[in-house]
């Protein structure tokens, strides 16, 4: 099996590196290499590369910068989504793509499942559901993965940017009213790798069917209950760094006023993943935990 990974630099892309290489051929491809802001390159190189697989891993993610760069978010979240799936399909390939929470508009307390209505309320949230329907719109092989506040140990993210700051400040203040599950980079790619393999066994007795999932990481928090469980479990890690932080003080979104407005509410519903292929992710706690290990070890 051939496995083409876009995005490869990036924090997921960099866990599927290592989760997809017992699956067979991997070619992880970076921006220099595979730019999704180039829609027009991307044919050929598919068709160059003629893979078995496309997990696309690469994405345009400035949150806030897509509010004044909605037109070049929709090309690389959109556009360019169309036509690698468009190949895929071509070449007989299944596509695996990465979605947001952030295509819903975060109103209501009940975990969204994975047909509720989409209201992207930010210019992100729209080029990420661009890229869903133009996906759907290709008729390729499919499996679409919506998450929410992905981290790693390395990258820019908010886990280490927290990190950082707890370092060089005494006080810092964080949203607590915005609810969601944060999730490991390094459990989407391996709950990748175990899709993919299912997956590939379903088309190859016919039973294939193209559907958008949910993944995340079990259980639900707030920033300020993330920012506080990581910086204690770091304490406890990390003895010899010196965190200066003594209040972590919970605020709301509207303290902190930002370009793009947020969901409050960011749960995502994954009984629909356990459903058809057995898979849970575990409770955000623990991939946290473990995440921290890793950096703790840098």
Same mark, same amino acid.
């Given at each position: 099996?051939?496995?083409? /990974?876009?995005? *490869?630099?990036?924090?997921?892309?960099?866990?599927?590196? !290592? &989760?997809? @290489?017992?699956?067979?051929?991997? +070619?992880?491809?970076?921006?220099?290499?595979?730019?999704?802001?180039?829609?027009?390159?991307?044919?050929?190189?598919?068709?160059?590369?003629?893979?078995?697989?496309?997990?696309?891993?690469?994405?345009?993610?400035?949150?806030?910068?897509?509010?004044?760069?909605?037109?070049?978010?929709?090309?690389?979240?959109?556009?360019?989504?169309?036509?690698?799936?468009?190949?895929?399909?071509?070449?007989?390939?299944?596509?695996?793509?990465?979605?947001?929470?952030?295509?819903?508009?975060?109103?209501?307390?009940?975990?969204? /499942?994975?047909? *509720?209505?989409?209201?992207?309320?930010?210019?992100?949230? !729209? &080029?990420? @559901?661009?890229?869903?329907?133009? +996906?759907?719109?290709?008729?390729?092989?499919?499996?679409?993965?919506?998450?929410?506040?992905?981290?790693?140990?390395?990258?820019?993210?908010?886990?280490?940017?927290?990190?950082?700051?707890?370092?060089?400040?005494?006080?810092?203040?964080?949203?607590?009213?915005?609810?969601?599950?944060?999730?490991?980079?390094?459990?989407?790619?391996?709950?990748?790798?175990?899709?993919?393999?299912?997956?590939?066994?379903?088309?190859?007795?016919?039973?294939?069917?193209?559907?958008?999932?949910?993944?995340?990481?079990?259980?639900?928090?707030?920033?300020?209950?993330?920012?506080?469980?990581?910086?204690?479990?770091?304490?406890? @890690?990390?003895?010899?760094?010196?965190?200066?932080?003594?209040?972590?003080?919970?605020?709301?979104?509207?303290?902190?006023?930002?370009?793009?407005?947020?969901?409050?509410?960011?749960?995502?519903?994954?009984?629909?993943?356990?459903?058809?292929?057995?898979?849970?992710?575990?409770?955000?706690?623990?991939?946290?935990?473990?995440?921290?290990?890793?950096?703790?070890?840098?």
């Amino acid at each position: 099996m051939k496995l083409m /990974i876009t995005g *490869a630099s990036g924090q997921v892309g960099w866990e599927l590196r !290592r &989760s997809l @290489l017992p699956l067979g051929e991997v +070619l992880a491809l970076d921006r220099s290499a595979c730019d999704l802001a180039r829609p027009d390159t991307l044919s050929a190189l598919v068709d160059n590369v003629a893979p078995d697989v496309i997990v696309n891993a690469a994405a345009y993610t400035a949150v806030d910068r897509a509010e004044d760069e909605e037109s070049l978010a929709t090309r690389v979240n959109g556009e360019a989504v169309g036509v690698l799936a468009r190949a895929a399909k071509r070449h007989g390939a299944l596509m695996v793509h990465y979605s947001t929470d952030y295509v819903f508009d975060g109103q209501g307390d009940a975990p969204r /499942i994975e047909t *509720a209505a989409v209201h992207p309320i930010n210019a992100y949230g !729209r &080029s990420k @559901l661009a890229g869903e329907v133009a +996906l759907v719109e290709s008729g390729a092989d499919a499996l679409t993965l919506r998450t929410s506040w992905v981290y790693a140990a390395r990258g820019k993210n908010f886990l280490r940017t927290m990190l950082r700051l707890a370092q060089e400040r005494e006080e810092l203040r964080v949203v607590a009213d915005q609810f969601g599950a944060p999730t490991w980079a390094r459990n989407i790619a391996d709950a990748t790798a175990l899709l993919v393999l299912q997956a590939m066994n379903e088309r190859r007795v016919g039973q294939f069917r193209s559907e958008i999932l949910h993944l995340t990481n079990g259980g639900v928090t707030t920033w300020h209950g993330f920012a506080t469980a990581l910086i204690a479990e770091a304490r406890r @890690l990390r003895p010899d760094l010196t965190f200066r932080v003594t209040r972590i003080v919970p605020i709301e979104s509207q303290d902190y006023p930002l370009p793009a407005p947020r969901p409050a509410n960011s749960r995502l519903a994954g009984e629909r993943l356990f459903a058809r292929y057995g898979l849970v992710l575990p409770p955000w706690e623990v991939a946290m935990a473990r995440c921290l290990e890793d950096w703790a070890a840098l």
